[in-house]
């Protein structure tokens, strides 16, 4: 009787592990037939969020760049009415030395 038992469990056990490779193979078969896709649906999404961020920080550089012209452009025309001054308040002075020193050499 005790062994017909065992043999019982046993045979219950065998049919669960087969039970539970059959599930493991189908689960794996179910995997490497949808890798593909997946791999794909992957790279997508990948793809687009890059793209994503590739605009963001094209539009950050963009206007980092923008204001940095603009500061560039500020300091030129200060500097050329800075020299626009200068030359108006000494183009005679600078004139008569050129006109000076033509003479003297």
């Known amino acids: 009787m005790a062994v017909d038992r065992i043999l019982e469990q046993l045979v219950a056990a065998d ?8 599930q493991a193979q189908a689960a794996l078969d179910s995997t ?3 890798l593909d896709r ?46 626009e001054q200068a030359y108006e308040a000494h183009h005679k002075e600078w004139e008569a030395e050129l006109f000076r020193r033509c003479l003297e050499e």
């Open 32 to 34: 490497l037939a949808n």
């Open 38 to 83: 997946d791999v794909a649906e992957f790279k997508e999404d990948y793809t687009q969020r890059a793209i994503h961020r590739i605009g963001i920080i094209r539009d950050e550089e963009g206007k980092a760049s923008q204001e940095a012209l603009e500061d560039i452009s500020k300091r030129y025309e200060g500097l050329m009415a800075g020299l």
């Open 15 to 22: 049919q669960k592990a087969c039970g539970i490779v059959d």
